[in-house]
């Protein structure tokens, strides 16, 4: 089974902030990568896949890098609107979320 | 627009059955995996299963194999995830979504694109 980790898992920031969030494979995933953003009482939602796209309609604040087992997630400008957990997921065997990073104030 | 809608919230008995639904629209509903992951309160995403409803291919995560059923009727659109005998640990967030997934021999690929708002599935004697 591929294992993931997230780090941080909490990162307090401030509106206007750069935030990066590493994910990491514990095997080699390709590109096979999604991001997903989870806000209290809601569904997950579909952010960036193939380790870098951006899903339709997503801001292009979003971005996403990285290749083979370490990933990251960056958000180049917070709103208010971004404070939420994020959960990235392998997709190169199956299915494995990680653990989760929740972005606080 | 796709979207998939998921039935009410549920209070069960340990030892009860009990079968959630999905109903998948705007879309071809036959020809996209639809898979579930359970949410624990306070905790995060873990894949349970997926299904192709054409020919109702399921496969299942080694942690729910023999524990939950997953089936689908492309009739009417829905996908279902059923217990047969609930434990108070099953209580959880249960989310349906559709895949954008192939899956190849023994192996299965793909990301969660569009999802359900959630059935809370409450288990408590």
């Known amino acids: 089974d591929i294992h993931m980790t997230q780090s941080p898992s909490i990162l307090s920031a401030s509106v206007g902030d750069r935030v990066t969030i590493t994910c990491r494979a514990s095997?080699?995933?390709?590109?096979?990568l999604a991001w997903y953003q989870q806000k209290p009482g809601k569904a997950p939602k579909l952010l960036i896949y193939?380790?870098?796209t951006l899903e339709s309609g997503v801001p292009s604040r979003f971005s996403g890098s990285g290749s083979g087992t370490e990933f990251t997630l960056t958000i180049s400008s917070l709103q208010p609107d971004d404070f939420a957990t994020y959960y990235c997921?392998?997709?190169?065997?199956?299915?494995?979320f990680g653990p989760g990073t929740t972005v606080d104030i | 627009e796709v979207q998939m809608v998921q039935s009410g919230a549920e209070v069960k008995k340990p030892g009860e059955s009990l079968r959630i639904s999905c109903k998948g629209s705007?879309?071809?509903?036959?020809?996209?995996?639809i898979g579930w992951v359970r949410q624990m309160s306070g905790k995060g995403l873990e894949w349970m299963g997926i299904?192709?409803?054409?020919?109702?291919?399921?496969r299942y995560s080694p942690s729910f194999q023999g524990q939950v059923t997953i089936s689908a009727d492309k009739s009417i659109n829905t996908a279902f995830l059923q217990w047969s005998s609930l434990k108070a640990s099953d209580s959880a967030m249960y989310y349906c979504?559709?895949?954008?997934?192939?899956?190849?021999?023994?192996?299965?690929?793909?990301?969660?694109?569009?999802w359900g708002q959630g059935t809370l599935v409450t288990v408590s004697s």
């Open positions: 193939k380790a870098s």
């Open positions: 095997q080699s995933i390709s590109a096979w």
């Open positions: 997921q392998q997709y190169d065997n199956f299915f494995t």
């Open positions: 299904i192709y409803p054409a020919d109702s291919d399921a």
């Open positions: 705007g879309y071809n509903f036959s020809s996209y995996w």
């Open positions: 979504a559709r895949l954008s997934a192939y899956c190849r021999g023994s192996t299965c690929s793909g990301r969660f694109e569009f």
